[in-house]
């Protein structure tokens, strides 16, 4: 059994684990681990948005027309097609693309056909809402779970190895024992989120920019290879908790700190619905997150319900499960928003009164 944290990034600690070395975890699980070498990865959000069912299609060609972008020079190692409904019932169809080389996306986000594209007026007047949500954490900004070694998700399928089964996992607190900056950083924000450019509304390119430690989550499930009681449990039991719970977050969230949630479903390649989804959230800290986990009610009943889910099954699970957890400087995020309505993403709450 190891550390989560990869040997080059472990340090002497000044900021305790909440478990010892003598710990063992009631399961197994494992980290996706990047080469020495690798000082930064971007993981970037593209999304479209649109409302009713008269503008799907375009939607979808829209983000169709993104992710053929990323077959570019210096496009991503991997992403994800995913779509949500937000809190005022508009659709989010997001292209969520992967690079273990931030010179990279840089090289990749000038290329003149993307660049022109994206500041050309029309994406004004599309009828569409446009938004690039960016994050690029350097290595020890962020961590990964995964409970298979065998099928990595996000991140992970860039990074390019995986861990043996870690130590840090199956308790509260873990999140943060296996972030590499939290040895020795108490990971407290500072600062507030901020509109730069813009105002919050439709008919407008708005830019917000991140505070220091910003804590963005993206916590997944597939159950594609389910079957019999364990697939009856999953739809049945668990996930109606899950969804309650990632509504919650969705429509209530930001008095507990809670910027922004969205429960993506993944889509193939033609836009039909696969057997995976995830909640993607971004925090004002990772203590908010961690007191959300350990303590409300929504939480609880999700930790609940897995319990049951797995006590049942005896530990024998096809579900596949995992999550990716950033804590973000203010010089490693980029939020931009075109024509979207003012509670999307991080404009959320940041509208003026009217």
Not at 53 to 63: E, I, K, S, T, W
Not at 104 to 133: K, S, V
Not at 164 to 170: D, I, K, Q, S, V
Request: aromatic share 10%; hydrophobic share 40%; net charge negative.
């Amino acid at each position: 059994m190891e550390s989560a944290i990869p040997e080059h990034l472990r340090c002497p600690r000044t900021h305790e684990r909440r478990m010892g070395n003598d710990y063992a975890p009631p399961y197994p699980g494992w980290s996706a681990r990047a080469p020495a070498a690798t000082q930064q990865v971007v993981m970037g959000y593209f999304g479209v948005q649109s409302h009713g069912p008269a503008m799907q299609g375009r939607a979808c060609a829209a983000l169709m027309k993104i992710a053929r972008d990323f077959a570019l020079p210096d496009g991503p190692g991997h992403h994800d097609l995913t779509h949500c409904v937000d809190a005022d019932g508009f659709d989010n169809m997001i292209a969520i693309a992967y690079w273990p080389d931030a010179a990279a996306f840089e090289r990749w986000c000038a290329t003149p056909a993307i660049e022109a594209w994206w500041n050309a007026d029309e994406r004004l007047h599309e009828g569409l809402g446009y938004f690039r949500e960016i994050a690029s954490p350097r290595t020890d900004h962020f961590e990964t779970l995964f409970s298979t070694p065998d099928r990595l998700e996000g991140v992970g399928v860039v990074m390019g190895g995986v861990s043996g089964e870690l130590r840090e996992h199956g308790y509260w607190g873990s999140m943060r024992d296996r972030l590499p900056l939290a040895q020795t950083d108490a990971l407290a924000p500072s600062g507030t989120r901020a509109v730069i450019a813009g105002t919050p509304a439709p008919g407008q390119r708005v830019r917000v920019a991140g505070h220091t430690h910003i804590a963005m989550i993206r916590s997944g499930q597939e159950w594609t290879e389910t079957t019999g009681q364990e697939r009856q449990l999953y739809l049945e039991d668990m996930a109606p908790v899950l969804r309650e719970g990632m509504d919650f977050l969705r429509d209530q969230g930001l008095p507990i700190g809670c910027y922004s949630n969205r429960f993506m479903q993944h889509l193939d390649a033609h836009g039909a619905p696969l057997q995976k989804s995830f909640g993607l959230s971004y925090w004002r800290s990772l203590a908010d997150m961690e007191r959300w986990a350990e303590s409300h009610p929504t939480h609880v009943a999700i930790f609940g319900s897995f319990m049951r889910y797995v006590q049942a099954l005896n530990f024998d699970l096809r579900l596949r499960l995992y999550h990716e957890v950033s804590v973000l400087k203010a010089d490693e995020q980029s939020y931009e928003y075109i024509n979207c309505h003012a509670r999307s993403g991080l404009m959320n709450g940041l509208a003026p009164a009217a």
